[in-house]
Structures are given as structure tokens and as C-alpha cells.
């Protein structure tokens, strides 16, 4: 079994179409996305379009949560683009996407940890930078569910890795697909992640039935340039030199 994985797309239809037309040339027929599909300063009706399309199975990020529950009031920055370009039933399918999936061959799906989609995983924020969790930390954010599980897929924190816990699964992040960097936090208390390439990332899973699994992580190439040009014309020129750059403008 071989298996794309993809997250964090964040309305980048671009790097969406560049990861599929990839995928589609590996021979890959399964592919699953773990969410934060839409909020961006990008293409958000056209991604959700593409997604639901070609029937990929997906998982609801903390973004896609939010543009599809909160009213439009509450939204701010990308998610008020994405809720302003969508429309009702796309942020009722938003809505509705479930917080995991358990799919064949002991893997579980989830964006951030299992139990949360606001959580990363494998990291954590020191010193305005995400750095690895320590294991004992990893283990508790896992549960019961995750180290039962053979493979934890996860997203959330846009930092491509792959852990395997001692004992429990293979865990696979495989970086975003359509936001190489960003900053949270406020004042002093600010995070930056980078992935210092502007490329899309995407996984691979191979599982083979009698033997351990294993996982690639790509970085493709696309259109970055028409990317960055849409986050510019929608009033972000953070974003466009994130997109472009995979970095952050101060790091410039």
C-alpha cells in the first residue's frame, strides 16, 4: 500500500494541483489531506472544489473549524478571506469534516495531536522557535489511540519530520503543502517556523503488509510566483514573500 499525504494547504490551489499532478505520475492512487484546507490568501473556493472533486478524503484543521463554525464577524486575517470567498456549503463541508480517521492498515489521521487540532504533535515553542518535544511528551499527546495505532499522521505545525516512537507507531508530518512559514503569537510572545524552501511538501507512506513502514518526504516544485502574486493582490505581502521565499521577511 502506498499512500500521498497532504496538510496545510491553506487555499494555495496552486501547490494542490502540482502536488496531485505529482502524485498521479508516482502511480499513487490513495491520498488523504489533514486539514487546514482552506484559510489563506489564495484560492480557498477553488481548493475545497478540487478536494471534493476527486473525492480525497479529508480532516478538519483548526482553520477549517473556525471558518466553518464561527460567524463572519469572528473571522479575521486568512480565515476572513476564506469565509468572504466560499460559500455555505463549502463551510458546512468545512464544518463537517471529522477530527480523524482510522484507516486501514493501523493508521490514524488527525491535524495537530489526537485529541486536538490546535496541538502539534512533535513540537513544541521555546524561544520564538518550534523545537522537538521531548519523547515522554509525545507519548502523552499520542493516548491510548496513537500509540496503539501502527502509523499517526499529523499536520498543524507546517515542520516535515518522521519519528518513530520506541515501541509504537511511525509518526509522519509532512510539512505544508501551500504555507512554507508563519508567525503566531502577539508582541514578545511570538513563534516563527520556516521551512526555509518555498517548495510544496507532501509524504508518502509505503505499508507494506509483512514488513515495517516507511515514508518519504518530497518538496516539489510549482508555481510559487503566481502564488505569492495572489497573496500580494489580496493585501498580504507577508504572506507573498513566504510564498515565494520560504521565509519569513524579517529572516530576509
Request: proline share 8%.
Amino acid at each position: 500500500m502506498r499512500l500521498a499525504v497532504i496538510t496545510d494547504i491553506h487555499g494555495n490551489v496552486a501547490a494542490l494541483e502540482a502536488a496531485l499532478a505529482d502524485i498521479a505520475r508516482r502511480g499513487i492512487e490513495e491520498i488523504i489531506c489533514l486539514g487546514d484546507i482552506a484559510s489563506g490568501m489564495g484560492w480557498p473556493a477553488e481548493t475545497i472544489a478540487l478536494l471534493q472533486q476527486r473525492g480525497i478524503p479529508c480532516i478538519r484543521g483548526n482553520h477549517d473549524r473556525h471558518v466553518g463554525e464561527a460567524p463572519a464577524e469572528r473571522q479575521r486575517g486568512q480565515d476572513a478571506i476564506a469565509y468572504n470567498a466560499t460559500t455555505p456549503d463549502q463551510r458546512a463541508w468545512l464544518r463537517d469534516l471529522p477530527r480523524s480517521l482510522h484507516l486501514a492498515g493501523g493508521i490514524l489521521a488527525c491535524h495537530g495531536s489526537p485529541d486536538s487540532d490546535t496541538q502539534n504533535l512533535l513540537e513544541e515553542a521555546r524561544g520564538g522557535l518550534f523545537v522537538p518535544s521531548p519523547l515522554a511528551d509525545i507519548r502523552t499527546r499520542l493516548g491510548e489511540a496513537g500509540l496503539a495505532a501502527r502509523v499517526v499522521l499529523c499536520g498543524h505545525s507546517h515542520r516535515y519530520e518522521v519519528m518513530q516512537v520506541p515501541g509504537g507507531p511511525l509518526v509522519i508530518n509532512p510539512g505544508s503543502l501551500g504555507l512554507p512559514g508563519f508567525r503566531v503569537g502577539k508582541g514578545e510572545d511570538v513563534t516563527r517556523s520556516e521551512s526555509r524552501a518555498p517548495h510544496a511538501r507532501y509524504a508518502v507512506l509505503h505499508l507494506p503488509p509483512d514488513a515495517p513502514p516507511e515514508a518519504e518526504l518530497l518538496a516539489i516544485r510549482y508555481d510559487w510566483n503566481a502564488a505569492a502574486d495572489r497573496a500580494q493582490a489580496l493585501g498580504s505581502p507577508v504572506w507573498a514573500h513566504m510564498i515565494r521565499t520560504g521565509f519569513l521577511p524579517e529572516s530576509a
